[in-house]
């Protein structure tokens, strides 16, 4: 079964939509998914440990 990998979509400077790939396992690209990212949540919980 073939998936696909979504765009990221975040905001650009020039107003309009991020074409690049989102991150697997998360909505945005490693460009725009920022420190509130469940993937950057996931990181500093596990860090912790």
Do not use: N
Request: charged fraction near 35%; charge should be positive; hydrophobic fraction near 25%.
């Amino acid at each position: 079964m073939a998936r696909t990998q979504s765009t990221c979509g975040a905001l650009t400077q020039k107003g309009t939509r991020c074409q690049r790939l989102a991150m697997i396992g998360a909505s945005r690209c490693d460009r725009h998914r920022g420190e509130w990212s469940s993937y950057e949540v996931q990181k500093r919980k596990a860090k912790k440990k």
